[in-house]
């Protein structure tokens, strides 16, 4: 089956302006996490969705980053007024519960690059 | 709060070559953990993990075991392939908070040579 696709793969803006990123989850995952991955260094936790809600967002670094999952399925990550040390590959990851038990699945990342 | 340590890469070893990669862990609850790799052009992929104290986890020839005594999860793999080149992340989720969030290391590259 299809596994967790993000769009796009690749996303270039300038300093000060507004990106959403995109991530399709397996069909039927009720848990959703984003994370964030600069050069060199193992992925960081920005947010989790378990259905609709945000149940943890602690890992969001400031009010310029947002995400939502309206329908308990597609996420969008927002980020504004980008800053040069937003670059990094973002990546989206679901799997069935966010009960210990069960697997992420993660995608290939947004690579982000902030000029 | 939790984190996760692991040796700074990149590891270079010949084919057929015994493979271990350091991981220790500090955590304020009952974490689970894992190992991902990271293919060239791949997304992160599940190698195994363990959930508690004594398990061992294994898949592909690679292992690694739970001890809680020493705070590590060592990988190790008696014989290395090409193939195996990637880059290995060692990683836990804490049972304590909601949610199963990852908290990653720094990630080690492996490289090896035919």
């Known amino acids: 089956g299809a596994g967790v696709s993000q769009t796009p793969s690749n996303k270039v803006t300038e300093k000060g302006k507004y990106v959403e990123l995109r991530c399709d989850p397996i069909s039927g995952h009720t848990a959703l996490y984003w994370y964030r991955q600069s050069l060199g260094q193992g992925p960081e936790f920005l947010i989790y969705f378990q259905g609709t809600g945000a149940a943890d967002d602690s890992g969001l670094p400031n009010d310029r980053f947002f995400a939502v999952r309206p329908e308990g399925s597609v996420s969008t990550l927002k980020i504004q007024r980008t800053e040069r040390g937003d670059s990094a590959v973002y990546l989206c990851a679901s799997s069935l519960s966010g009960e210990a038990s069960y697997e992420q699945y993660f995608g290939p990342g947004t690579r982000l690059t902030v000029t | 709060g939790n984190s996760v340590t692991q040796m700074e890469g990149p590891v270079t070893l010949s084919e057929e070559a015994f493979l271990t990669i350091n991981c220790t862990y500090t955590a304020t609850g009952y974490p689970s953990l894992f190992w991902y790799v990271q293919y060239p052009g791949e997304g992160l992929q599940l190698l195994l993990k363990?959930?508690?104290?004594?398990d061992k986890g294994s898949n592909k020839g690679f292992e690694a075991t739970y001890r809680k005594e020493t705070t590590s999860f060592h990988l190790e793999k008696g014989s290395v392939q090409v193939s195996d080149s990637a880059v290995y992340f060692c990683a836990l989720s804490d049972l304590t908070y909601a949610g199963n969030m990852l908290t990653f290391g720094g990630g080690t590259r492996l490289m090896v040579k035919p």
């Open positions: 363990a959930t508690k104290a004594d």
